[in-house]
């Protein structure tokens, strides 16, 4: 036998008696466990019950569901959209499930101001009123400027929202709080929406909203205005713009505009408007819970 041979030989029988030696003793480990050994093989051979093979059916659907939302989804919407493949389960109990696999939805921070209030007199009124269910798309719109912080510096979102769906119907992303990108938001939705009825736009006091050029894009609607100092009157919109940081800005580094566009665009038009349900909708998304409505209004024409 030549010496390598030897020293292969020498290190497979040392590997061998190592392997020996990490080996559990099975009959000293169930004695200390006080479990017989047929016990134990009858457990190593049991088949999962048929209420396990479910829960772990239902905690597969769970997660499924979870990553769909960008894993912004609670207890109370992963309820919802279980009940819409036809299992009957609690909130209750998808809570449980989802605390046993660690998951949970995005906490919406508090309401933060961010704009400037002008100091315009009390001719600036509340139409709204806080009426944030309109009975048809296109009776009421509020729009709202957010900052966006990014390495390069902040940029702007100024979004409108339909009150109706909740949908984002038109939405700019600046470099500046001029009050040109909310001229250019309102007009992009006038455009997109093609409204040609009575409408209230709603928007907080801040200078962007209260200026010469807003008024003349809204010359032709309803200009309603928060009560000054007062973010609640306007909470439909205030609660889109946290949303979308925590749900989804939050988790990146934003390098510069390009890269915020990207993130505002994906969030909005892939996601928001299109697929995330909404309890004020029935938990539809914004454009389904819209064509619901226009689907019937046709059914019930004919």
Known sequence: MTQAIFIETAKAEIAAVD?????????????????????????????????????EFIEDKIIDIYDESHKNYGAPKITQKLHEIGEEISEKTVGNYMRELGIKAQYIKPYTATTINSDFSSELKNILDQDFSPATPDAVW??????????????????????????????????????????????KAKSIRNVDEALIIHSDRGIQYTCEDYRKVTKDVVASYSKKAYPWDNACIESFHALIKREWLNRYKILDYKHAYKLVFEYIETFFNTIRIHSHCGYLSPNEYENKYYSEKIKNAC
């Open 19 to 55: 392997d020996k030696k990490r080996r559990l003793n099975v009959s000293g480990v169930l004695r200390i466990l006080g479990v017989s050994r047929n016990g134990y093989y009858a457990f190593k051979s049991r088949k999962p019950s048929e209420r396990q093979k479910h829960k």
């Open 142 to 187: 509020c729009t709202d400027i957010t900052y966006i912080w990014t390495y390069d510096g902040f940029v702007y979102l100024t979004s409108v929202m339909d009150l109706y769906s909740r949908k984002i119907i038109s939405w700019v992303l600046s470099l500046t709080l001029e009050a040109k990108w909310v001229v250019q938001a309102i007009n």
